[in-house]
């Protein structure tokens, strides 16, 4: 596999240096101050990888991720032969640059969420976790959203009742911040009321309707990828189930079958995202890699637990409800057939998705989830796992 590391560019605390140091060689990295929907120059893509070059330690810009889909196409609402043409467009220029792996998301508004950034560790490390109490406790108190009762259990409603009476605005502030934390761009951090007002936005769209407009999108942009010898990759859903109201349309095989046979090209395809995946009971990651792993470019390696009431918590790498080892001797083994028919590009980019804050991670402010250490004990298990599966292989 090869080993990557997502960089957020010139404002990422974690330096190019040391990027190296992890023994990562494939940058993951994206554009994030180009709002939604506007094309990638030549111009501005060349200027981040002279960045990444000038830095003299053996990087080079592999995957994208992402390059973001406008809301505008979700909702399939708006001047849609524009945006398409400009999503074609920053392909090409990718392309003509030499990037040729997009990584990407259909998840309407947010991405990533979770409730709390820095749930406490062993030790005193931290953690990434998705509490369903906290998040029913802001759907229906803070969001004022009634219906979200059907979306969680009984419990986790009580407990939201506590939580909510208890709470001080200060948390609340806290609370709603965590939520937003996943959109990595500098473009579309919510409050209440402006979240309330796009949520209507996406009002009386269901799944069927919300799946037609993803079809839409890859059938205007999939040939083009093909053509261009590029390789599209959708990130699960995060977490992979029905948030806020919007549906969410890639959290599971059912779903992913979908997607890749909706077009049927090698363009169509998947990031393997095992924490993501793994945060739906009824995924099992490694039948999923194995299921569609002629269609994997790219993977994100992690690891969460579950609990009963639906909240997750982000665990080491190699510990949690999935099996990683059995996913990565899937990965490799998708690995090994490729290189049996020959191909170039037999070998898998993968990355350290997520890590704990430890140590020297804790105030350094890295962007939520991404911590230098914490990755880095992540990517060194992974890479031992690797090793030990590579080795017993030939
Ligand atoms: C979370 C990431 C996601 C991913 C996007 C891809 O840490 O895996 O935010 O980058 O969903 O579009």
Same mark, same amino acid.
């Given at each position: ?26 940058? =993951? ?62 392909? *090409? ?25 820095? *749930? ?60 937003? *934390? ?37 059938? #205007? ?67 999923? *890699? ?13 690891? =969460? ?10 665990? #080491? ?67 031992? =796992? ?9």
């Amino acid at each position: 596999m090869i080993e990557g590391w997502r960089w957020f560019g010139p404002v990422d605390k974690i330096t190019l240096p040391e990027v190296a140091q992890t023994g990562a060689t494939a940058v =993951v990295t994206a554009l994030h101050d180009i709002p939604y929907g506007v094309v990638w120059s030549v111009e501005d893509i060349q200027e981040r990888q002279k960045i990444i070059l000038a830095a003299e330690v053996g990087l080079s810009w592999q995957v994208v991720e992402s390059l973001p889909i406008h809301e505008d196409i979700k909702k399939g609402t708006g001047d849609l032969g524009s945006l398409f043409a400009n999503y074609r467009q920053s392909m *090409a220029n990718l392309a003509a640059c030499g990037v040729e792996t997009i990584c990407y998301n259909f998840m309407p508004l947010l991405d990533w969420t979770r409730t709390t950034l820095n *749930a406490p560790l062993r030790g005193g490390g931290t953690a990434l976790r998705f509490s369903a109490p906290h998040m029913a406790a802001f759907e229906l108190f803070m969001l004022k959203r009634p219906e979200a009762e059907d979306d969680y259990t009984p419990e986790a409603i009580s407990a939201a009742k506590i939580w909510f009476q208890q709470s001080t605005v200060q948390m609340q502030d806290v609370l709603l911040n965590s939520i937003m *934390a996943g959109l990595p761009g500098a473009y579309d951090r919510y409050s209440v009321d402006s979240l309330r007002n796009a949520l209507s936005g996406y009002d009386g769209l269901g799944r069927d309707a919300l799946r037609a407009n993803y079809e839409r999108f890859l059938q #205007e942009v999939i040939p083009a990828a093909a053509d261009l010898g590029m390789k599209m990759c959708v990130h699960p859903d995060d977490p992979p189930r029905d948030i806020l109201g919007l549906p969410r349309i890639v959290s599971d095989a059912a779903d992913i079958d979908w997607i890749l046979s909706a077009v049927p090209d090698r363009a169509n395809g998947l990031t393997l995202c095992s924490g993501s995946l793994g945060a739906n009971p009824v995924n099992d990651v490694p039948a999923i *890699a194995r299921q569609f792993a002629d269609r994997i470019h790219f993977a994100h390696l992690r690891n =969460v637990s579950k609990e009963l009431d639906g909240s997750f918590q982000e665990a #080491e790498h190699l510990t949690g409800d999935t099996d990683m080892v059995d996913l990565i001797a899937a990965l490799l083994a998708e690995e090994a057939r490729r290189a049996d028919e020959g191909r170039a590009d037999a070998q898998i980019v993968m990355r350290p998705d997520h890590g704990h804050e430890l140590g020297p991670d804790l105030g350094r402010g890295a962007h939520p989830g991404y911590p230098f250490v914490g990755r880095l004990r992540g990517l060194a298990e992974l890479r031992g =796992v690797i090793a030990g599966l590579s080795h017993s292989l030939n």
